[in-house]
Structures are given as structure tokens and as C-alpha cells.
């Protein structure tokens, strides 16, 4: 996703383009996705309506809320083309971008479709996001929301508590095609970060669903404390540049105890009472360059500070004023206990949401390592749960062990799924990374090649959707993965086709 997984940007960025218009999760490191501008090019931002049941495990509960989806049909094959299902991570969704999803549907003649995460953006099932209303916040009742949708969407067989106006108002792909009910499409199922996780977890879960996954950068492996997190950070800024953060990052800290208003008011973030969180705003804004495909925009003006002799901390906070909050929306609100405590819901209650995610279910505690630490050792276990008791109870604890039990970690015991990631992304440690026939995964290399740089392209910009992959360092590397993928879709897709064909 965008966390006890990164946690970082967002107000002034809010103000530009407004949060509503981020898809596939949200631009924070402090959460895993990525996220999308207004103003770039989308296949479709005509918003549709599902009627999702609350408590998939319930055999009493039929409560139901609205959950938005989109649609774009322009390249499917009719009768028979495959269906590429885009699953929406951590964050609003509002709309199908055109980045290279939009190639790989035009390829294969496919028909696009996403499904906006529950709890997010415009799918609350409540008017509040107090801890009492968050108990069917989970991966568990998110995947068997895909589940539900997609046999909605094929063929509309899920109305058992419709009304009869709901009833005749479904329009199920069946119904458009005027093709019988029994009859499916190849579904294949797309993610990135924690919508990649989410795709691996839906092959393994509901394999009869789809055909297979690409899980792009997806952090399938629950993590308590992941300290490698901070580790890759210092290999993909390499032996130069480390150094020099680690000396900024110990020079903040001093700043803090001499004149702690004046340090915050550097970086436009009094409002952090608790110096933790002032500090994790700090690591943050290091990783918005790295984990997004631009390592340079960090190091080059801090090497340069540092050879010249000038202000380190300065030559920092220029950094962080002019790319961080300028191009990336970097706000110190993101890290405000204050903000994550408000329970009313708002544009920016994704912060609030995902850290309910890490808090109870997956962690992914960005601690710092116990030697050769860039953050601050104040950014440790102790700090990630005493927030989370802090916005959500005393008690509440992240199940990680249960995580992995449940889903297989990166030891996933599944078929036919596609696990890409980039170099030089801190989240490749949560991700699989060993590969086999039935679950291939590849690295994709090269110097700025971050965060699901197979389906983004690098660098990444959230004032643009990308796709191209000629502004990669090495595009060729990311061309050879996406030959790859490509590949791998086509021979499942031909299975499938087999399969179904076999059934009729």
C-alpha cells in the first residue's frame, strides 16, 4: 500500500489535486502504493455501484454497503475476452488509470475493471471510523469481496437479499454479452504493493476465479519488525550518499534538544508534539526519492552540500520543501497523532484506515536496524505500538504470525502467479523473490527502478500516470520483465480458455 508501512505525504499535495483523486493506494511511503493525479489520463472515471455484503463470514449478518467499481470495455473481444480485474489498494479509487495496465488490455483485447478497496474512499459501510465500526477492515473480507464482485460482474448470481428493483437492475457482463449465465470470461487479477499482495492472496484463495495474477511489488510476507526495510534504503542510495543521511539524521536530533520548535519549524511541522513522529517525517522524506524511482533528486544536492562544507540540515530541508512537499505533497499532517485519531470520515481518513491494516493484521514496523541505522533508533518497535494503542485501544496488537499462517508468507503455496519488483524498492524484502515455474518472479534493474516500476515506469510522478518505461535508467530491464509477464498471461489465458472450453 502508503504505514507502520511508510507514512508520508499528503497535505499540500491534498490541496493541489485533492486526495480524492488517488487510486491504487496513496502516495505515502508511509503507506505501500502509489497514487494517481486528477489530472492525469484515466480509461474511466465513471463511478458504478455494488451492492457488497458487510460480514463475508457471518451466516447471520446480510448487512450490505456500497462499494464503487469502474468498467472499461473499449478493447474486449466479444463474446469471449479475457477480463483484467485491477484491484485498488490502501486508498481512494477514482478511476481505471491509463498506464501499462491499458497496454496489456489492448494486447490481449481485454475488458478492465476495479474494485475500490472497502473502507476507502467512497466504500465505508459507516458514518464513523471509530475502532468499534473497523472490525471488517481486513485482507480476509477484501479478498472475499473480489470474490463476491467478480461473480456479480460475470454473471450477476449474488442478489439472494436484493430487493426486486436491485434485482432488475443488475447488468452483469452475462447480460450485456447476451450470453448465458453459466458461461464465464478468463479473468486474470492485477495488484500492486498492497493490491499485489492482495492479487497473490486472491490466486491462493480463489483459484478457480481467475486465471492467474501479476502481483506487482506485492508484500505478501507479514512483517513484525522490518528492519530491511531501512537496510535497502542504504544500498540503493549507495556508499556516498548513506553517510551523509545518516550524519543529517544524527544532526536533527541534536537540533531537536538545542531549539526543538526551531528544528520542527524548518520543516513546517510544529504541529508534531511527540518527536517520534517528527523523526519518522524525517526518515520518510528520504524514502519519497528512492522508493519512487528518483534516488538522485535526494543525493546529488546532499553530496554536494556535503563536499562544499554547507548546512547538511538546510541543504535537507530544501530538499524536502521543493521535491518532497512540492511534487510529492509531503505534509507533517500525515504524521499527526490528532489527524489519525479523528474518526469522522474525510478525504484523508486512508491514514487512519491503513494504519488499522498494520496495527492489527500485517505491521510491516519500519524499525530501525540495531547497527548502520539512517533513521533514528527512536523509530523502533516500542514507537509502532505505542501508536497503535494510542489510535485505536489498548490491546490492539498485529497478528503477524496468523498473517503468514494463513497466506503462506513469501513460502505462498500457490500457482500462477507473476512476482515483480523493483531494485531499488525497500518493500522487495516483503515480497517474494525466489522464483519457480508456477510462481516466476522477477527483479527489475536498474537505478531507478522502485516501486512497481513494471506497471508505472520511473521515475515516478504523482502529476503523472506512467507506463513509458524510456525514462528508466535501463529500459530494456524493464522491457524484458514486461516481455515476461506478457508471456506468462498468455500461455494462462490459453489454459483457462482450455479449461472452460472443456466445461461447456
Not at 469471449?80 to 490481449?108: H, R, T
Not at 473502507?119 to 468499534?132: Q, R, V
Not at 541534536?254 to 517520534?276: I, P, Q, R, S
Request: aromatic share 12%.
Amino acid at each position: 500500500m502508503t504505514t507502520a508501512i511508510g507514512y508520508a505525504l499528503l497535505t499540500t499535495f491534498t490541496v493541489l489535486l485533492s486526495y480524492t483523486s488517488l487510486s491504487h493506494g496513496l502516495l505515502q511511503p508511509r503507506r505501500i502504493s502509489h497514487g494517481l493525479s486528477a489530472s492525469g489520463k484515466y480509461l474511466t472515471r465513471d463511478e458504478l455501484w455494488f451492492n457488497q455484503t458487510l460480514d463475508h463470514f457471518s451466516p447471520y449478518d446480510h448487512r450490505k454497503f456500497g462499494q464503487r467499481y469502474y468498467e472499461y470495455l473499449d478493447h474486449l473481444r466479444v463474446p469471449d475476452g479475457p477480463i483484467f480485474l485491477m484491484i485498488c489498494g490502501e486508498g481512494p479509487c477514482n478511476g481505471i488509470p491509463n498506464d501499462y495496465l491499458s497496454v496489456l488490455a489492448k494486447k490481449f483485447e481485454a475488458g478492465v475493471v476495479s474494485l475500490e478497496h472497502r473502507y476507502y474512499g467512497k466504500s465505508s459501510p459507516f458514518n464513523s471510523l471509530a475502532t468499534e465500526n473497523l472490525k471488517y477492515l481486513s485482507s480476509k473480507q477484501a479478498l472475499s469481496d473480489l470474490a463476491a464482485f467478480r461473480e456479480y460482474y460475470q454473471a450477476g448470481l449474488l442478489c439472494c437479499f436484493c430487493n426486486v428493483l436491485e434485482a432488475a437492475s443488475i447488468d452483469s457482463l452475462n447480460v450485456k454479452l447476451n450470453r448465458s449465465g453459466k458461461v464465464d470470461n478468463p479473468w486474470f487479477f492485477f495488484g500492486a504493493s498492497y493490491s499485489g499482495a492482495l492479487s497473490a492472496w486472491f490466486r491462493l484463495k480463489f483459484p478457480h476465479l481467475t486465471c492467474g495474477s501479476l502481483a506487482s511489488s506485492a508484500v505478501v510476507r507479514a512483517v513484525y519488525e522490518y528492519f530491511e526495510y531501512d537496510q535497502q534504503i542504504g544500498v540503493s542510495v549507495g556508499p556516498e550518499c548513506k553517510p551523509v543521511l545518516q550524519e543529517i539524521n544524527k544532526l536533527v536530533e541534536l537540533g531537536l534538544k538545542v531549539n526543538n520548535k526551531a528544528m520542527k519549524a524548518l520543516f513546517n511541522a510544529t504541529e508534531l508534539d511527540v518527536d517520534a513522529d517528527f523523526l519518522y517525517l524525517i526518515a520518510d522524506a528520504q524514502v519519497v526519492a528512492v522508493q519512487y524511482g528518483n534516488p538522485d533528486k535526494l543525493c546529488v544536492p546532499l553530496v554536494e552540500a556535503k563536499k562544499d562544507g554547507s548546512d547538511l540540515v538546510e541543504a535537507y530541508a530544501k530538499y524536502v520543501r521543493e521535491y518532497c512537499v512540492e511534487v510529492f505533497g509531503l505534509s507533517s499532517k500525515t504524521y499527526s497523532r490528532k489527524h489519525l485519531l479523528d474518526t469522522r470520515i474525510t478525504p484523508e481518513s486512508a491514514d487512519r484506515l491503513w494504519w488499522f491494516q498494520t496495527c492489527t493484521e500485517v505491521a510491516y514496523f519500519q524499525v530501525a536496524p540495531a547497527n548502520d541505522s539512517i533513521r533514528s533508533h527512536q523509530i523502533n518497535t516500542e514507537y509502532h505500538l505505542d501508536l497503535c494503542n494510542s489510535l485505536f485501544g489498548k490491546g490492539v496488537y498485529p497478528e503477524v504470525d496468523a498473517t503468514n499462517l494463513y497466506y503462506g508468507g513469501d513460502r505462498i503455496a500457490a500457482t500462477k502467479i507473476v512476482f515483480t519488483n523493483g531494485s531499488q524498492d525497500p518493500w522487495r524484502h516483503a515480497s517474494k523473490q525466489t522464483s519457480s515455474p508456477d510462481l516466476p518472479s522477477y527483479i527489475v534493474n536498474c537505478h531507478n527502478c522502485g516501486h512497481g516500476s513494471d506497471l508505472r515506469g520511473c521515475p515516478q510522478s504523482p502529476m503523472i500516470i506512467e507506463g513509458d518505461s524510456k525514462n528508466c535508467s535501463s529500459p530494456d530491464a524493464v522491457n524484458k520483465v514486461r516481455q515476461h509477464i506478457i508471456e506468462h498471461i498468455d500461455l494462462w489465458l490459453s489454459e483457462c480458455r482450455g479449461v472452460l472450453r472443456s466445461s461447456m
